[in-house]
């Protein structure tokens, strides 16, 4: 008799390592191993995401089927290891092997040698160093995140894109879906790489770190003037005239040859300039990369992930284009979303060879982490010294919304962790969105971020259409809208130089957070909430309690809301 059901481990142990368990086409359990280890996009073996994910799915490592790896070749550190020689030999060579023949070749073959020593030992120690370990290329395991999570049937044709810096050699990937199988039609190697061969080595250029403050330069081109630059951005990168699905590194340089070329390319410009240009011609590539698979197919309804799509602006025109009926965004769009996406394919394929239909899933919330009980919570206050300045709230909602309705400025740390670069209420530090001043007091006294950067409020998604123009449901923060007239009620969360916002709709999804909405709307009339990560800028969202606590502490915050217990300065 064939098995009905089938449980997934999935990793990443690159780049924003992480850890999922999928069980029978649904996430039930999701980290990324920066929240346990407190290191901003942690790269490596993702040990104690591996570990947690099944203390929150509650179940026995014994109990999955598979295991499956979102790389064949494991993905190094950006930041650390780009200097190394091999890397700098890669990049070299990249314009001579980026065709088509090495791709295959290194599919084939070269995962074969992947580095293993490191998650056997994991595996070792869990008991499941006999597991069948399956590899699930980069790309597609970014392709498997928004196809088999996405609001339409198998029988449905999807066109599903992918876009990021690289993974296993590749950049982006254009394939048609349809009854369950992913068929790329086109992709671009690693030297032709949007988003790294172009907009990470305009941040670079900009002087901000490159795979980690490109939100930095989308969030500072509305101050500039693309025109100014827009030319020479064209010379950098280009749709392929001989694929129109593919892109053109037309620059022909990488990394610290590029830099030289850009420096001559740029030279003399202002900086908010040529961050507008650069945005600009992002969205004009996207729009006409994916205009050009809808006429090669016909397929219109299209699926998005990789990290270029964690750019809300970019997101926020590819809904505007008119052979566009309908889009979906995958919110864990970096690399951290691979570990589902190879576990979701994983499941998949077991399925397929063992001729069972398999289940799939839309994508619902996202709260797929640890939660903690208020006895460990109590714990923690008193190791740290706030126990004896804590109060017990039983509606502690209701007094976070009637804190912030007051002006105060309070973390929340409640219910389950949210998987992806987002927080979503459960890790968050709330505020009044009614006041600019807000703006300038979370950003110099708690999240010490660069000043151009805007925050996003959470608003009630049965009042989106009060704020939002052309509103839909955006439950994840990975779309942005332009504003209504009553863009006052919420000046605190919106862009302050094109109006725009990037919205968390709530729905029904988070109680426990929405009483806080509803309390504040009460007292306020409005239906909506600043809403930040928790966390210090260059620290990733706060994971654990003790990490809430250092973080409160480490600021100027008025008030920690943690569990049931409040601490207030």
Known sequence: MPRKSFTV??????????????????VIAAIQEE??????????????SIINVFEVADIHPDEIDAIAIGSLLRVVSPLKEEQSFKVRL???????????????????????????????????KLGILDKEVIFVEHHVSHAACAYRQCP???????LVFTADGAGDLISSTVNVCEHGEINRIAFSPYYDSLGNAFYSEITRYLGLKPWDHEYKVMGLAPYGKAEYCIDAMKKIIRIDPKNKLKFKN???????????????????QRFDNIAAAAQLWLEHLLMEWIKNAIEATGIHKIACAGGVFLNVKANKRILEVEEVDDAFFYPVAGDDGTAAGAALEAYYMLCKRDGIKPRKTQLEDLYYGPSFINEEIEVTLKKHGLLNKAEYYDNIDEIIGELIAKGKVVARFNGRLEYGPRALGNRSILADPRDYRTVWKVNFQIKQRDFWMPFAP??????????????????????????????????????????TC??????????????????????????AVLNTSFNLHG???????????????????????????????
Do not use: C
């Open 458 to 499: 959470t608003i009630f998604e049965e009042d989106m259409h009060l704020y939002l123009v052309n509103p839909r449901p955006a439950r994840y923060m990975i779309l942005a809208f332009d504003t209504t007239e009553k863009r006052d009620e919420i000046i605190a969360t919106i862009h302050p130089k094109d109006h």
């Open 502 to 527: 990037r919205p968390q709709t709530l729905n029904e999804w988070n109680p426990s957070y929405r009483k806080v909405l509803e309390t504040f709307r009460e007292i306020t009339g409005v239906s």
């Open 250 to 268: 037309t620059i022909r340089a990488y990394g610290e040859d590029e830099q030289r070329k850009l420096w001559k390319l740029l030279k003399g």
């Open 90 to 124: 890669f990049k070299k060579l990249s314009p001579f092997i980026a065709g088509t023949p090495f791709i295959k070749l290194f599919r084939k073959v070269l995962h074969r040698f992947r580095k293993m020593k490191e998650l056997n030992k994991v595996f070792a």
């Open 152 to 158: 339409w049937s198998y029988d449905e044709p999807v």
């Open 35 to 48: 929240r346990l280890v407190n290191i901003k996009h942690y790269s490596g073996v993702p040990e104690k």
């Open 539 to 569: 620290y990733p969202i706060v994971g654990t309690p003790q990490q809430a606590i250092w973080t409160y502490k480490n600021s100027k915050l008025d008030a920690l809301a943690i569990g049931n217990y409040l601490v207030m300065r």
């Open 9 to 26: 481990l999935g990793i990443n142990d690159g780049h924003d390592a992480s850890a999922a368990i999928v069980r029978d086409g649904k």
